[in-house]
C-alpha cells in the first residue's frame, strides 16, 4: 500500500489505475436534457445480457440516468479520443452532445431513450434494472436492450496507468466454443 500522504485519491492514482479498461461514453437524457460522460463498463450477465457502470453522483449523466431509467454505452474506437477528452469534463448548456458538437446516434425504440455517440466500435442501449450506492459512486446495473456494432472497427480505445492507449495486437484465434466473449 501507499504511504498516507493526505491524498485521499493516491490509491486509485497507483493501484486502481493499472486496470486496463475499455473507453466508453455513457449517454443519458431525460427530455430535452442529455449528457454524455467519459466512462467504461463490464458486462456481470451473458442471460439476459447485462452491463454495470460506476458514475458519481455528482455528475449529470447519473442524475439524467436516475430520471430516466436508460443509459447507453458507446465503446469508442481508438480514433475517437478526442470525444473521450471532450465529455470528461463537464459542460455548459441542456444538451452536452450539441455544446461539445459530438455527433448523436438515437436510441432505437424501446430501449431506455439514451442518445449515445455515433461512429463508436460498439454502442448498447440499457435500461437500469438495479442501483445502489457503493462506496463514492452509484454502480448501476443494465439490461441490454438494443446494440450496434461496426464490425470494421476493432482498435478500440483504452484506458491504463492514467493514459490513453490503443488496443496493441490479436494474439490467438477466435475461440470457436467455451467461454461467450
Ligand atoms: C478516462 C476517464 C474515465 C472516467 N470514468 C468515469 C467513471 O467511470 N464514472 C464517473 O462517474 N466518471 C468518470 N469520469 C469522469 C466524468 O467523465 C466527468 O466527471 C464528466 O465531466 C461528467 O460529465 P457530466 O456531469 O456532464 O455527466 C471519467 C473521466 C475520464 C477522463
Redo the contacts with the bound molecule.
Sequence with gaps: MAENTGDRYAVARTALSRIPHG?AIIGAADGAER??????AMYVSFVPPMVV????PG????RLIQRSGGFSVSFLHASQQDV?ER?????EGPD?FATLRIKPLEAPPDAGGAPAVAGSMAVLWCVVRDSRETGD?VLITGEVKAHEIDETKIDALL?FRRRYAHIGHVTSEESPEGYPT
Design positions: 473507453v449528457s454524455c460522460a467519459t466512462g467504461t457502470i460506476a458514475e458519481h455528475s449529470r449523466t447519473c473521450a465529455a470528461g469534463k463537464s459542460a452536452k459512486h484506458r
